[in-house]
């Protein structure tokens, strides 16, 4: 019979739990702070799944810059809708790849009719 033995240590399980464990680091917020930034963004229109990565990378960056979360909050209350729109995709876009990145469109103000040039 083909039955693998029992008495045969695995000495390969450290080394498959530490890579295993490789790329996941530990981070930790108060409970308090998430559920301020969640609702924070999710009072400004900005829906679950949104407000959700968004408040992950403000956390994040808040915890990397030493800075209070609240204080965050604060400063960003004084932003209207367009205003603070910019500034996440902003920020959004320092967190991703840079092979991509968020935008968004702005229209065009200039009257193509007198844009253009008529050669009699």
């Known amino acids: 019979m083909n039955i693998p033995r029992n008495d045969v240590q695995n000495t390969d399980q450290p080394v498959r739990d530490f890579f295993d464990r490789y790329y996941q680091n530990r981070v930790e917020y ?4 998430v559920d301020s930034v969640l609702g ?3 009072s400004r229109g900005f829906g679950d799944e949104a ?3 968004i408040a992950a990378t403000l956390l994040r960056q808040a915890k990397i810059d030493g800075v ?3 204080k965050l909050l604060d400063t960003l209350k004084g932003l209207d809708e367009t205003q603070l729109s910019a500034l996440i995709a902003e920020i959004l ?3 991703r790849i840079k092979s991509s990145s968020l935008g968004y469109k702005t229209r065009n103000t ?3 009719f007198e844009a253009r040039n008529i050669i009699p």
């Open 30 to 33: 108060a409970a308090s702070e």
């Open 40 to 42: 924070f963004f999710e």
């Open 51 to 53: 407000s959700s990565s």
């Open 68 to 70: 209070s979360t609240f």
């Open 93 to 95: 876009n320092y967190s």
């Open 110 to 112: 200039a009257n193509v």
